[in-house]
T-cell receptor, first 114, second 113 residues
Framework: GAGVSQSPSNKVTEKGKDVELRCDPI?????LYWYRQSLGQGLEFLIY????????KSGLPSDRFSAERTGGSVSTLTIQRTQQEDSAVYLC????????????FGSGTRLTVV | KQEVTQIPAALSVPEGENLVLNCSFT??????LQWFRQDPGKGLTSLLL?????REQTSGRLNASLDKSSGRSTLYIAASQPGDSATYLC????????????FGGGTRVLVKP
């Protein structure tokens, strides 16, 4: 596609429920990244995919968070048993691995846990 | 561990003034540095990308410089307009293996008409 697409754009969920956030990167971009931006905070790295593998998942805050990528394309970030502190904007970005063109970000998913 | 700092955290200027936004980083072993703009409630829009071998990049009213040895980058916005009001973020990509960007905390800019 022309840009990085994220869905849903907004998600309100009850504490304790599971949520899935989706990211569709730019076609041909082999690298995909998830970041989190909490209210008033900076961007926090969560996980990086190269193809379908995740060589760096050091930013996942707990074992309630997991992510997968299939077909070297779409990625899903899953948060189990959501907590109020999970409320944030979740941003996805993609880039062409090894190229010098930087990251392209999606518009994000605003998650609110009530 | 790479740390990226942006000063000031917030900036308010009258329309027409030039904007100067600063970004500093602690580890000079970077691959590139990218400046982004973020409007409230939106994602990040890439403004300029400077490779480690470059000294500056320009796009329209925007100019970004990079001094890798001193760990600094500056984003200049000429003749500011109210539409330039946004948060500006810089991010560095490490030269070492791995691709994740490290972000600064951002500078929130308000251009008053």
């Amino acid at each position: 596609g022309a840009g990085v697409s994220q869905s849903p754009s907004n998600k309100v969920t009850e504490k304790g429920k599971d949520v899935e956030l989706r990211c569709d990167p730019i076609s041909g971009h082999t690298a995909l990244y998830w970041y989190r931006q909490s209210l008033g905070q900076g961007l926090e790295f969560l996980i990086y995919f190269q193809g379908n593998s995740a060589p760096d998942k050091s930013g996942l805050p707990s074992d309630r968070f997991s992510a997968e990528r299939t077909g070297g394309s779409v990625s899903t970030l899953t948060i189990q048993r959501t907590q109020q502190e999970d409320s944030a904007v979740y941003l996805c970005a993609s880039s062409r691995y090894g190229q010098d063109d930087g990251y392209t970000f999606g518009s994000g998913t605003r998650l609110t846990v009530v | 561990k790479q740390e990226v700092t942006q000063i000031p955290a917030a900036l308010s200027v009258p329309e027409g003034e030039n904007l100067v936004l600063n970004c500093s980083f602690t580890d000079s072993a970077i691959y590139n540095l990218q400046w982004f703009r973020q409007d409230p409630g939106k994602g990040l829009t890439s403004l300029l990308l400077i490779q480690s071998s470059q000294r500056e990049q320009t796009s329209g009213r925007l100019n970004a410089s990079l001094d890798k040895s001193s760990g600094r980058s500056t984003l200049y916005i000429a003749a500011s307009q109210p539409g330039d009001s946004a948060t500006y973020l810089c991010a560095v990509r490490p030269a070492a293996a791995g691709n994740k960007l490290t972000f600064g905390g951002g500078t929130r800019v308000l251009v008053k008409p």
